[in-house]
Nanobody, 123 residues
């Protein structure tokens, strides 16, 4: 079992930055691929980014590439999502998730999920 708790969401203006954190407890975090997803009202949950278990590989959705950065600190059992130049379209509930797969792109690739944190970007 792996428990995930997100934090860092909030209300910001377009152009601002936020950093989300996801703290993990339970099974070995350092051997787990971590991902970020988001879900806006009335929309499907969509992939945002993932980072491999050692942090050597990352992948981003086209919509956030160049603005968001995923990182992890295995000593702290925490994964981060730095979000810069936020846009109103980034408004959503953001979820972190954990996968035993090396390459994990879709929601079905992930085994554990956090409860989500709301990010609201106003114009």
């Amino acid at each position: 079992q792996l428990q995930l708790v997100e934090s860092g969401g909030g209300l910001v203006q377009a152009g601002d930055s936020l950093r989300l954190s996801c703290a993990a407890s339970g099974r070995s975090f350092s051997t787990t691929t971590m991902g970020w997803f988001r879900q806006a009202p009335g929309k499907e949950r969509e992939f945002v980014a993932f980072i491999s278990y050692r942090g050597g590989s990352t992948l981003y959705a086209d919509s956030v590439k160049g603005r968001f950065t995923v990182s992890r600190d295995n000593a702290k059992n925490t994964v981060y999502l730095q979000m810069d130049r936020l846009q109103t379209e980034d408004t959503a509930v953001y979820y972190c998730a954990a996968s035993s797969r090396w390459f994990a792109r879709g929601p079905h690739d992930y085994d554990y999920w956090g409860q989500g944190t709301q990010v609201t970007v106003s114009s």
